[in-house]
T-cell receptor, first 115, second 117 residues
């Protein structure tokens, strides 16, 4: 759904660099979810945030990965010291409520390639 | 155990014919929702259709319908009158309704559909 905006669409980083992925939720949505899609896999939940709060980060690797959703501005997924295994598509979804309702729209994703 | 199983890695269908993509799910939660997404080669995830566990009727959206068989825990996607533009990866997903993590979607591994002219 065009309402959830992710940028950049494609990101190339060398091993050891930092990657910052941005997600602007649909208007009026204060709940953001990040998912990762490894090659030839389905999406896997990483983290759920509300404005200024991390609600559930159970799917996020414990090291090098962090996420935030500040009061103003987009949600950021940050990967420090990237490695080849971080190469994946990262998707963001948003919702007006915790459960997301009967529809769940994703942004277009950011494809991270680590070289 | 896999929560969402898509047993068909790839499917072929002739243009204008109907095709069924299989999805079985595993949950003990009485309240859940089932979703289907299409992922074309451009990579975006396109929401297609939703079925709630308490919905009495099968969901339909244009050429997409969901064959929901609750007792068998299956939620197959039926695409009628296939078009070349339907060629894509299709993912089945589930959100369980109760408990602390009722916002998470769990995805299957997908089925690659190829529509032949």
């Amino acid at each position: 759904n065009a309402g959830v905006m992710q940028n950049p669409r494609h990101l190339v980083r060398r091993r050891g660099q930092e990657a910052r992925l941005r997600c602007s939720p649909m208007k009026g949505h204060s709940h953001v979810y990040w998912y990762r899609q490894l090659p030839e896999e389905g999406l896997k939940f990483m983290v759920y945030l509300q404005k200024e709060n991390i609600i559930d980060e159970s799917g996020m690797p414990k090291e090098r990965f962090s996420a935030e959703f500040p009061k103003e501005g987009p949600s950021i997924l940050r990967i420090q010291q990237v490695v080849r295994g971080d190469s994946a598509a990262y998707f963001c979804a948003s919702s007006p409520t915790r459960t997301g309702g009967t529809e769940a729209f994703f942004g277009q994703g950011t494809r991270l390639t680590v070289v | 155990a896999q929560k969402i199983t898509q047993t068909q890695p790839g499917m072929f269908v002739q243009e204008k014919e109907a095709v069924t993509l299989d999805c079985t799910y595993d949950t003990s939660d009485p309240s859940y929702g089932l979703f289907w997404y299409k992922q074309p080669s451009s990579g975006e995830m396109i929401f297609l259709i939703y079925q709630g566990s308490y919905d009495q009727q099968n969901a339909t959206e244009g050429r997409y319908s969901l064959n929901f068989q609750k007792a068998r825990k299956s939620a197959n996607l039926v695409i009628s009158a296939s078009q070349l533009g339907d060629s894509a990866m299709y993912f089945c997903a589930m959100r369980e309704g109760h408990g602390g993590s009722n916002y998470k979607l769990t995805f299957g591994k997908g089925t690659l559909l190829t529509v032949n002219p």
